[in-house]
């Protein structure tokens, strides 16, 4: 499986780290706004070529397949350029920051029948795995998901500490990864609300966000949001069921006592992303389709589409 990767930025580095542990797993093109960070992410992990285009890469014939971590507003319109040149995509949460622009890609998905995948990776950490597999054996039914996704970003900077030329945001962004995930595990949603807080003058985006959510099988969701809060820093998912608490960090998982659930043996690795590329590549092979596919992702952004429209009213 030959592999081309653009945006190796803070994110592309952690694919880069878990595509180097996938057996029989070539990366062999870097892509990246900079030359130099092109060239010397290529020379880390040993891939032949770099550019700044991403069509350079989708000439190539020897690569099968492309990863997209660039920035948000170019997700859409990269993934179907790669699906117009025969290349299967996994792109990173998220798919678009557009309910037409996510319609767009699953309908190209399905014109060209390749695999294209969305980078929702709670569905793969092993914290959520855990609880996923006791709700699928029905030994836990959520009641209520308490999720706090909390971040300081009164600047536009990226993870690492670095400028970015692109706003982040945290409806289209932060939030799609819990909608997503409430779905997954307490089925398809029925209600939707959200509020959000003042407008940032330079940055044109809401930096606090509060989102109720109600799914068909009656568990709620509440998910509060911030770029001002000043640590600590993170997603935390607090389960509330008919049997137990479970209190999800990233791929760590605790009971309600604070008390350690090992989930080592979940899969073949504690890495949440590894386990997303993992995954990407085991679809193509399979000729499958994969978990987060572009299908079974796109109710998440019908829903953040109706919570913008509430928001712009």
């Known amino acids: 499986m030959r592999i081309a990767l653009a945006g190796a930025g803070a994110f592309g580095e952690k694919h880069l780290d878990g595509l180097k542990l996938i057996e029989g797993v070539e990366i062999v093109s870097i892509v990246s706004a900079s030359l130099d960070q092109a060239q010397a992410a290529a020379a880390k992990y040993g891939a032949r070529h770099s550019s700044v285009h991403l069509e350079d890469a989708l000439a190539r014939d020897d690569v099968d397949a492309v990863i997209l971590c660039t920035p948000t507003p ?8 790669c699906m117009d040149a025969g290349k299967h995509v996994q792109v990173e949460i998220p798919l678009a920051d557009s309910w037409a622009d996510s319609e767009a890609v699953f309908d190209k998905q399905r014109e060209t029948g390749l695999v294209c995948m969305v980078g929702h990776t709670r569905r793969f950490n092993p914290s959520h795995h855990y609880v996923h597999d006791r709700i699928r054996s029905g030994e836990f039914n959520i009641q209520q998901m308490d999720v706090q996704t909390y971040f300081f970003r009164r600047n536009n900077i990226n993870a690492k500490g670095e400028p970015r030329s692109w706003t982040d945001h945290l409806l289209w962004h932060h939030a799609a990864h819990t909608v997503d995930l409430f779905t997954y595990q307490a089925g398809p949603i029925v209600k939707a609300n959200a509020i959000e807080g003042p407008i940032h003058p330079e940055l044109g985006i809401a ?3 509060s989102i109720q959510l109600k799914s068909e099988s009656g568990a709620i969701c509440t998910l509060s949001l911030s770029f001002n809060n000043d640590g600590p820093l993170g997603t935390f998912f607090r389960y509330i069921g008919d049997s137990a608490t479970y209190i999800a960090r ?3 998982l605790v009971d309600g ?4 659930i090992d989930v080592s043996g979940m899969d073949v690795s504690m890495n949440g992303i590894e386990l997303q590329d993992r995954e990407f590549v085991a679809a193509i092979r399979e000729g499958r389709e994969p978990n987060a596919s572009v299908a079974k992702v796109l ?3 019908r829903v953040l589409h109706e919570l913008e429209r509430q928001l712009q009213d």
């Open 250 to 252: 990233y791929d760590d």
């Open 257 to 260: 006592r604070e008390e350690v």
């Open 299 to 301: 109710p998440c952004y």
């Open 74 to 81: 170019m997700h859409a319109a990269q993934a179907i350029q």
């Open 207 to 209: 930096m606090d966000m």
